[in-house]
């Protein structure tokens, strides 16, 4: 171990371990070789990037979170978190491949049985299928407890009836982790539960793509269930706690939005550094003018600070910590907060050229807008963290 000028153990707190900035090295390889030069195409054709899907898959990077015993590689949230950022760097819509994987199913890492997991589990780690999530209805976005989709028994199964608005990775994914309200009568937010659906379970359908300012490569759909017959084995923990898991959830997955904010700010950044350091005017090149260097300076200094925020919530994620839903929730707030600031700086800094999709500053600054909305509101994030520090 080494020591510092007294001879004490170096504390190495806020230097990431070596293996993790060496999976940097390789994610970013990646991202800049086979995902980049696709990014613009993607947005422009508002269609599934499957070349990034197949770059992830052969890299190990499409679901690292997934366990060892479930064949993945086992990453830890730190190490997820650094994929996705990466990878949002060049493309946010690539990002949403490995962070969907993990909200679709994390209620399986968190409370599924065993077998369920290996059933699941398995052919998402090895690249196969694809998994998304279904919690939000029109009219039950962050009142999650108002959902209207219900399961009720039959037999000894399911059957669910209703819908869900907003699943990124619609159509695409194979497997989709639904709630449902399966006791209409019981106590509100106690009366809900989590189930396995699969792609080809009769009954099951999407709506039309949405039309999106941002993310556009990844489909976003409706999902209906006409009398879909699930399985009881499909059921995911608890029956009845299905609205406690999907919390539980989120409080995880937030930090990989927040990753991805992350990545996004940084690539917009990298774009301006690089476009002011070329660009001259009145004779010079616009990165020797101070009031461009003071913008940059707070671009650079709320990104660092954001990326730290994230690192402190996944370590946090990973223990299980009692004050993941502050960080989780402040993390997610506070980095989409700084991708929005940072990529509408970044436009300003390429004036006319930023306004247009010669440069992909314009493309990230209509990404980073639903990095604010999705998995909670930052308004219901400033809920969230200001009900942790009242209790």
Request: charged share 25%; glycine share 8%.
């Amino acid at each position: 171990m080494s020591t510092d000028r007294y001879g004490n153990p170096e504390f190495d707190a806020f230097r990431l371990p070596s293996d993790h900035e060496e999976l940097r090295e390789a994610v970013r390889a990646v991202a800049e070789a086979r995902i980049a030069p696709y990014a613009a195409e993607v947005d422009e054709q508002a269609r599934y990037p499957q070349e990034a899907h197949d770059a992830l898959v052969a890299a190990d990077f499409f679901a690292p979170h997934i366990p060892e015993e479930y064949g993945g590689v086992g990453a830890d949230a730190l190490a997820t978190c650094i994929v996705i950022e990466e990878v949002a760097r060049v493309d946010a819509s690539a990002s949403l491949i490995p962070a969907v994987n993990k909200l679709g199913t994390m209620p399986l890492v968190l409370a599924g049985e065993e077998e369920l997991k290996k059933r699941y589990l398995t052919p998402v780690a090895a690249g196969l299928s694809t998994f998304s999530y279904g919690l939000s209805e029109r009219e039950a976005g962050s009142d999650t407890a108002a959902m209207k989709t219900r399961a009720r028994p039959d037999g000894d199964g399911w059957v669910l009836n209703g819908q869900k608005s907003w699943i990124t990775n619609a159509g695409v994914s194979d497997y989709y982790t639904v709630l449902a309200v399966t006791d209409p009568d019981g106590r509100r937010g106690a009366n809900v539960t989590a189930f396995v659906v699969e792609k080809s379970d009769e009954g099951f359908t999407f709506g039309e793509r949405e039309h999106k300012l941002g993310i556009k490569g990844s489909p976003t759909r409706e999902l209906y269930f006409d009398a879909v017959r699930i399985p009881g084995d499909r059921v995911v923990g608890t029956v009845g706690e299905g609205l406690k898991l999907a919390l539980a959830t989120l409080d995880h997955t937030r930090v990989t939005i927040g990753a991805q904010a992350v990545g996004i700010a940084q690539g917009a950044l990298d774009h301006a550094v690089a476009y002011v350091k070329e660009r001259k005017q009145f004779g010079k090149h616009i990165a020797e003018f101070q009031g461009v260097q003071f913008m940059l300076a707070d671009m650079a200094m709320a990104v660092e600070a954001a990326r730290q925020l994230v690192y402190a919530a996944a370590a946090k994620s990973e223990r299980g910590d009692s004050d993941l839903p502050f960080f989780g929730a402040a993390a997610k707030c506070y980095a989409s907060d700084v991708a929005m600031q940072v990529t509408t700086d970044a436009v300003q800094l390429f004036g006319g050229a930023g306004y247009v999709r010669d440069f992909p500053v314009e493309r990230m600054m209509r990404d980073a807008k639903i990095t604010q909305i999705y998995e909670g509101t930052n308004q219901i994030q400033r809920l969230v963290m200001a009900r942790q520090l009242l209790r």
